[in-house]
């Protein structure tokens, strides 16, 4: 499909990201799929379909979808404490502040999170890229950052008392945890068992395997000129756990296949791993009337203030962000989304069968000019695709 290749190729020439991989799909196919520019700015390696990159909060729409696949079978139950499956969860206290010489104040909360509140971000676990208090408190106790992939870090005391709030946050790490003590097996296993290796997605991982790192796109950050700086990331060591929240690779056409799944209510190629109801209940918004607020950055390094659609209001399900009205790139109220640190992005039309994903590898979130393309690309599909609602 030229147009789309145009549009890429335009983005990649005026700045968007050194390089960028994208699809675009319906319920009963792949309509387009490219990349352009590089992997590795001045590197010469293409950014291609199959090229591989971390896809971090990408990773809790799949992980969402695996602690649904265990409340069918009746193994987690959505509005039960999650404290019946890890102990912990029911210690748990409140950070109400910090007394003068900066040790942190706590109290217990008045209930205590349950997997529904942890897969809706209203438990009161929140991140440190967007909360001060979490930052100061772990400075304050030594407890360590959470990119240590350490199950210290997540150790952390609540915002808020749950379901009083919505606040973007770990919830979904100890949504991964849970499914690893009730599966028995470590949550990459569990996926490649029950979701991702029945969907055919072959290069989602947690671990890339040596072929997968011969495709893999670096990391860079857009300086304040505008232009891009490769940065080497360095590893937190060997992980003491697989992030439900954030910890997988993928390429864009295999999550055209979980958005394809989604899109056919849990079922593609002949596979089910989801029942039709559990797919309506999680494109349901699940947090009433409390509704997803902007996220204000206190680590600028890894994040600009973000909010998609700004000033719209948006819910979320399980475990997607849910526009609550229509909006200008042509997708209709109801349409799911969510994004990845790097600037990667997803959205998922349910009631025209369309969606798209797509990869760019750059730092810090919520860029302007790489969002802009995701964007523009959302919108080309509506024009080619979309069907008319009344």
Known sequence: MGR?????????????????????????????????????????????????????????????????????????????????????????????????DGSPRTRKPRSLPTLRQLLTHTSGFVYEIWNENDVRWRGATGTPSLFSVTHASLKVPLAFDPGTRWEYGIGIDWVGQMIEVISGLSLGAYLAENLTGPLGMTDTAFVLSQEMQQRAAGVHTRELDGTFQFVEVSSAGDPEYEMGGGGLQSTMPDYGRFIRMILNDGEL??????????????????????????????????????????????????????????????????TLMWAGLANSFFWIDRLNGLGGAYLSKILPFADEGSMDLFFEIEREAYNLWSVPHS
């Not at 809790?60 to 979808?65: E, I, V």
Request: proline fraction near 6%; charge should be negative.
């Open 269 to 334: 190629d002949g596979v089910r791993v989801l029942k039709p109801e559990t797919v309506e209940e999680m494109a349901k918004n699940q947090i009433g009337s409390l509704r997803v607020s902007a996220l204000k950055t206190v680590a600028p390094e890894y994040s600009n203030d973000a909010e998609f659609f700004s000033g719209e209001p948006k819910s979320w399900g399980l475990t997607f962000q849910i526009g609550e009205t229509a909006c200008e790139t042509g997708r209709p109220k109801g």
């Open 4 to 100: 789309f290749d145009e549009i890429l190729q335009r983005g990649i020439e005026r700045g968007a990201a050194p390089g960028a991989s994208a699809t675009v799909v319906s319920r009963d196919a792949v309509l387009w799929e490219g990349g352009a520019g590089e992997r590795r700015l001045g590197s010469g390696l293409p950014m291609r379909v199959d090229t591989v990159g971390a896809i971090h909060s990408m990773t809790k729409a799949l992980t969402g979808a695996a602690a649904m696949q265990m409340v069918e079978r009746g193994q987690l139950i959505l509005d039960e404490p999650a404290y019946d499956v890890i102990p912990w969860l029911g210690e748990v206290e409140v950070l109400e502040g910090f007394e003068p």
